[in-house]
């Protein structure tokens, strides 16, 4: 397939499922809403699958329509949970193939960001969002992974893990403990502290809301909040150990998310990986960009964890 072919890409996470058009790079249009809980779920190829099909008839002018240079020669979809089960991402590529009559390539969206990242070449890719995990390939194209394990057992460091580091310390300080402008940021946020764990409870998505604490937190790290501040360096250092559990001896990493993209977390964090020997290296693009270059190109290092149907 030729990098100037008009493609289908999308990634499908958690927290939001969003569609490019792309010809040459360039996107000629888009589409978003709300994500899905994974493909590990029962059932999880055919929610993927409806919610990228749906989300793909958003486009400008209805996907019919959007292809006014040529038709669709392919799909790459960045798919939150493709680990849980080959089952359900082989399925998908499958549904994905037939709907749109081409090539379909489904991979794990940790996968998508490190191909983005770093152009498909091997190396170490630190993730920060509501999740936390660093991949790194090698050489020979084997995956070495660490954390990523999901708010129950891991991502620590991650934008769940500080939100809710957060609202812990505000109810804290509400029943008397270390006092913290954390307090009165989840007031004026989420409503009175003692509301908070009915919310919680009561979201589709409690990771993702305890995720949306994490930009008072850092604002009130960088005011000068002690606790915050405490949270903010106790996160950095977490995910320093995860970047050097995945990377082994190649000290390198590249960093991507919405937490990383904040100036004063990405500071503190570029600076607690030197501090650890690992240098930060620029990122050349993202998991749509992943997603992408696995619609475009075979035979990559990574191929193995891609999934695919259809002919080339």
Not at 263 to 269: I, R
Request: charged share 20%; hydrophobic share 50%.
């Amino acid at each position: 397939m030729d990098s100037a072919d008009l493609i289908l890409v999308a990634d499908v996470g958690k927290s939001r499922c969003r569609v490019e058009l792309r010809q040459g790079g360039e996107v000629l249009g888009s589409a978003e809403q709300q994500g899905f809980p994974g493909l590990g779920m029962d059932g999880g190829a055919m929610l993927a699958f409806e919610l990228l099909a749906d989300t793909a008839a958003m486009l400008p002018g209805g996907l019919p329509a959007a292809f006014p240079d040529g038709p669709l020669r392919g799909i790459g979809a960045a798919v939150a949970g493709v680990e849980a089960s080959a089952a359900n991402s082989r399925r998908l590529a499958v549904l994905l193939s037939e709907r749109f009559n081409v090539p379909a390539a489904v991979l794990s969206d940790a996968t998508a960001a490190q191909l983005g990242a770093l152009d498909g070449a091997s190396g170490t890719v630190l993730i920060v969002g509501t999740g936390a995990v660093a991949f790194r390939f090698d050489g020979a194209g084997t995956l070495h992974r660490a954390d990523g394990w999901g708010p129950l057992l891991g991502d620590r460091g991650s934008g769940r893990w500080i939100g809710q580091e957060g609202l812990q310390a505000a109810l804290r300080a509400h029943d008397g403990g270390p006092a913290t402008s954390l307090l009165g940021a989840a007031n004026a946020l989420l409503g009175p502290p003692a509301e908070l764990p009915a919310r919680l409870a009561e979201s589709d998505n409690p990771a993702r809301a305890m995720a949306r604490f994490t930009p008072a937190v850092l604002k009130e790290a960088q005011a000068g909040d002690a606790v915050a501040r405490g949270i903010v360096n106790e996160a950095c250092r977490l995910l320093v150990n995860t970047v050097a559990l995945a990377s082994g001896d190649t000290k390198q990493v590249a960093l991507l998310g919405g937490v990383v993209n904040s100036e004063f977390f990405g500071a503190l964090l570029h600076n607690a990986l030197a501090s650890a020997g690992i240098e930060v290296v620029a990122a050349l693009g993202d998991g749509m960009d992943g997603a992408a270059l696995a619609a475009n190109r075979r035979g990559l290092l990574q191929e193995r964890y891609i999934h695919r149907d259809g002919t080339a």
